[in-house]
């Protein structure tokens, strides 16, 4: 991934979130208006992280923004449960991230709907109640891939 190309796109003010996270891959001072607190980031992913190269950044994204300090949830929907599986490359990666302390959660009827009938350990069953209600009230940034 061109992290440069990257940085000079999403750094022009449109996207904050992003600009800090490369800050930390570039070596850059980070921008963030919330300095010294904790921010509450939701990543909601509606698209296979196995499917295309930048569904791995997500997951750098949501990793780096957690190792900073920040509250990270992570809402799978549509193709993004797929890498959700129990045994799956992706679904492992995202147990470490899990680990870590990143929430992580997999639309139900998403899950249903493609035959993802286990998840990998530390990854959440939820419902799209429970994401309106953290766009709604308990996030403070909101990216959605």
Known sequence: MNYSLISKTL???????????????????????????????????SRDLTEY????????VAGALKENGNEVALFLIEN????????????????TLSRKGAKIMADDLSCQSRGVMHLEEGISLSNMDHLADMISEGSDKI???
Do not use: C
Not at 80 to 95: D, T
């Open 80 to 95: 993004g449960v797929i890498a959700a599986r129990k045994g799956s490359a992706a679904g492992k990666e995202l147990a």
């Open 53 to 60: 190269t930048s569904g791995r950044y997500i997951q750098k």
């Open 11 to 45: 750094t022009r003010g449109k996207f904050p979130v992003y600009s800090q996270v490369l800050a930390r891959y570039e070596g850059l001072k980070s921008v963030d208006d919330t300095e010294g607190e904790m921010a509450h980031y939701l990543i909601v992913n």
């Open 143 to 145: 990216m959605w891939y």
